[in-house]
């Protein structure tokens, strides 16, 4: 039962993912510098690899999570949730702004994707604790 929370839990935060970036592709691929072509979509649009390692990466997130939550008897909605965003605001999002700030990437592609790894973790989080 605990894998297919797991799963659960993944497949959740790869779909907000999925949104978050649809509804900001356009600011994305802009802070991002992704090459676009004619069509306004990126140039390696058929690629599916970025899909793939985002997935496996939800994967071990959620199950890293799950770890945690039994570790620190994390055992309420709430808790999982606030939880869940605290990870992602105080401990995935630091590492993001610094890999940027030295890479000289443009502050906003750090709000675009800090946004999506803290909602992302608060939402591993609550259906971590769901089922």
């Not at 058929?46 to 199950?63: E, R």
Request: net charge positive.
């Amino acid at each position: 039962m605990e894998l297919l929370n797991v799963i659960a839990a993944a497949v959740a935060a790869f779909a907000f993912g999925a949104v978050w970036y649809m509804t900001m592709s356009k600011p994305w691929m802009a802070a991002a510098e992704i090459k676009v072509g004619p069509d306004g979509r990126p140039a390696n649009a058929s690629d599916k690899m970025p899909f793939v390692i985002g997935l496996v990466g939800m994967l071990l997130a959620a199950g890293m999570m799950r770890y945690i939550f039994g570790m620190a008897a994390i055992d309420t909605v709430g808790k999982g949730v606030t939880t869940g965003l605290g990870i992602g605001a105080f401990s995935v999002m630091p590492w993001i702004a610094m890999n940027y700030a030295f890479g000289q990437r443009k502050f906003m592609l750090t709000v675009i994707d800090g946004v999506n790894v803290t909602v992302g973790c608060g939402i591993i989080g609550l259906v971590l604790m769901l089922f």
